[in-house]
């Protein structure tokens, strides 16, 4: 075998042994000496989202009366989703507002339309830049005696100085900050580009754009989570499934090769 994974069943290990003898055998390469230290340098990670989505679906189950085709022989029932509940979770007061519940026809369709148009608007919420309002005593003397960056915890130099670090949103100062930190520690965004084919597909995401157009024709936009309890192994299901449906359509060329379009607005890229 190439590879290092164990299987608890000999079924399983013969079928992937003639996958895995098609490449080159694996082995262990430990780090040398002077890179065997493990250090922390995600430093951008450390900003938390100002928003976040909380969603859940209820299903009610439909039992198959006739076997259609397609259907597996041996299904019971179906889940049927029959309404959702999203929230928004954010520190800020004046941006808080009540879950949206529904029940009723086409849950998967308001439930997309729903996320849509709340990613909308916290985009543009956290598109504002407003001005650092004036530092108090209290903070400008903490300021003054800093001597590393509160954030990555490393001294200032000339080549990266002391900065300011403030909320983009309220205006709020927040701590001193190396320039290198106060640059990366914004809301995470990702360009959405537009193709000829009227499919919208995420490019790359950066955590350092000047908002400068480099001639793609993209738009930035900010990443809002959304945390699901037992998504991948219930919810995502019904995701998916109506993603497929609605805004993924498989085509064949002359060749009968298989080639997947997207259509509408958004895409699989822009979920993910």
Not at 92 to 111: A, H, L, N, Q, W
Not at 146 to 168: A, E, G, L, M, Y
Request: charged share 20%.
């Amino acid at each position: 075998m190439s590879c290092l994974q164990a299987f608890t069943l000999q079924r399983v290990l013969e079928q992937h042994e003639p996958y895995c003898l098609a490449h080159a055998p694996q082995q262990c390469v430990y780090p040398s000496r002077a890179s065997a230290t493990l250090r922390f340098n995600m430093h951008h990670s450390k900003f938390p989202f100002d928003f976040y989505l909380v969603a859940n679906f209820e299903c009610f189950l439909r039992h198959p009366s006739v076997v259609d085709d397609g259907d597996e022989p041996n299904v019971h029932a179906f889940y049927i989703p029959s309404g959702f509940c999203v929230f928004c979770v954010t520190n800020y007061e004046s941006y808080r507002t009540d879950p949206i519940v529904y029940s009723g026809d086409d849950v998967m369709g308001k439930f997309f339309s729903h996320i849509f148009a709340e990613a909308k608007t916290i985009s543009q919420i956290l598109s504002r830049n407003v001005l650092m309002a004036a530092l108090t005593a209290s903070e400008q003397a903490e300021y003054d005696s800093t001597t590393i960056c509160t954030n990555c915890k490393r001294s200032f130099t000339d080549d990266n100085q002391k900065t300011r670090h403030h909320n983009h949103v309220t205006g709020k100062y927040l701590f001193p900050a190396c320039n290198s930190c106060n640059l990366v520690l914004k809301p995470r965004k990702c360009k959405i580009v537009t193709t000829q084919s009227n499919s919208t597909k995420v490019i790359g995401c950066d955590y350092d754009d000047d908002g400068d157009d480099d001639g793609d024709g993209g738009e930035w936009t900010h990443l809002v989570p959304i945390v699901f309890h037992n998504l991948s192994a219930y919810d995502g299901h019904f995701i998916l499934q109506f993603f497929r449906k609605v805004y993924i359509h498989r085509v064949y060329d002359e060749d009968g090769d298989e080639s997947v379009c997207r259509r509408g607005r958004h895409s699989a890229e822009r979920i993910a």
